[in-house]
């Protein structure tokens, strides 16, 4: 343990520091529950503080009263000094403060990074050693992965209002997500005629997320409008649970309907029945390989959706986010917008050309 006063390092339950002399437990100030004599003759007692509970024993009833002040004034001291809590402990409060107002699926996310942190580093904030947590971090999990986990660690060190530390993280890459070129989306369309996948897939060609198809239901298309109302994500139980609001305030919208044969699909009596988002995955993989197709998800079709709009069609870029739900230009603009090869091939001639 450290001495209250001067913190330098002294034996475990002392009652005076050995190098300044101060007092280690004010007896006054540090209050425990009497303990109970056992056949045995040792003395036990159950320490409750800050909801953590301990078992204390003694040999003795001084003894036991030494260790229980000491434990109580350890736990209290935490609360005081966030940097004496394990850095496990200030994720979890973080995690468990905000859950009410978190997404469930965010609150599973943060989850998953909490448990992949506490492999790698399971001991007290003051002690960490963050460049090496990270650089342990990133050999085990791709850059994204590592900037996620590095996200949660300091969003809950600010909430406890711990100095964030500087570190370097792992360069994030850039992957190219599978797209339809717009000759393509002929191919696929007539692929996923009268396939149980077909109603999910029209919709995200229309820009809908996976989770706002999910919570569709009958009164969602009307007059020739998809209407996008709340979503259904999986909690940290790994179920699916429908929240009222949507990603972000822009994702709730009004999208006309481009494509005619969702109209014919949609059932106006009776609530949509979607595979289950394992099945979706399944099913459009299967599709690919048997088209010849790049491999894509739902969300791959929304990435379609943005680049037929923006590369093909020419839309404006206003008018891009406000019918995808994002909410700023630049998410499309840098991230779902992909050049087609045969805008690709023109360009590249039109240069030739010139030098001609």
Not at 47 to 58: A, C, F, L, P, Q
Not at 203 to 229: C, F, M, N, Q, Y
Not at 322 to 336: A, R
Request: aromatic fraction near 8%; charged fraction near 30%.
């Amino acid at each position: 343990m450290k001495c209250r006063q001067c913190k330098r390092t002294i034996e475990d339950n002392s009652l005076f520091c050995n190098w300044c002399g101060t007092k280690q437990i004010k007896d006054g100030n540090v209050s425990v529950p009497k303990p109970t004599r056992l056949a045995s003759g040792e003395y036990v007692g159950r320490i409750m503080v800050n909801g953590k509970r301990e078992k204390i024993r003694g040999t003795t009833e001084a003894d036991y009263y030494k260790k229980a002040r000491a434990y109580k004034l350890e736990i209290v001291e935490q609360k005081n000094d966030p940097g004496k809590e394990t850095l496990d402990d200030i994720i979890n409060d973080y995690i468990e403060k905000n859950t009410p107002i978190f997404s469930p699926s965010t609150v599973r996310g943060y989850d998953i990074n909490k448990k992949q942190i506490k492999l790698h580093y399971d001991g007290k904030v003051k002690d960490v050693q963050w460049q090496e947590l990270v650089n342990s971090l990133s050999a085990d999990y791709a850059p994204k992965t590592v900037h996620n986990q590095w996200g949660v660690i300091t969003a809950a060190l600010k909430a406890k209002k711990i100095p964030l530390p500087e570190v370097k993280l792992p360069a994030a890459v850039k992957t190219e997500r599978a797209f339809l070129e717009s000759n393509e989306i002929v191919t696929f369309l007539n692929a996923i005629k009268g396939k149980r996948i077909e109603l999910t897939a029209l919709l995200a060609l229309h820009s809908l997320r996976e989770s706002e198809i999910l919570a569709l239901t009958k009164d969602s298309v009307k007059d020739g409008v998809i209407h996008v109302r709340g979503a259904v994500v999986p909690n940290k139980e790994h179920k699916y649970v429908r929240k009222d609001t949507n990603k972000t305030a822009s994702s709730t919208r009004d999208i006309p309907v481009f494509i005619p044969r969702l109209t014919e699909l949609w059932d106006t009596e009776n609530d949509p029945k979607f595979p289950h988002p394992s099945e979706i995955r399944r099913q459009l993989r299967r599709i690919c390989g048997k088209n010849a197709l790049p491999m894509i998800s739902c969300h791959n079709l929304r990435h379609t959706f943005c680049s037929l709009a923006m590369g093909k069609m020419g839309w404006d870029i206003k008018t891009v986010q406000l019918v995808g739900g994002w909410s700023t230009p630049k998410v499309p603009q840098e991230i779902y917008t992909h050049l087609e090869r045969e805008r690709y091939d023109q360009d590249i001639k039109k240069m030739k050309q010139f030098y001609k």
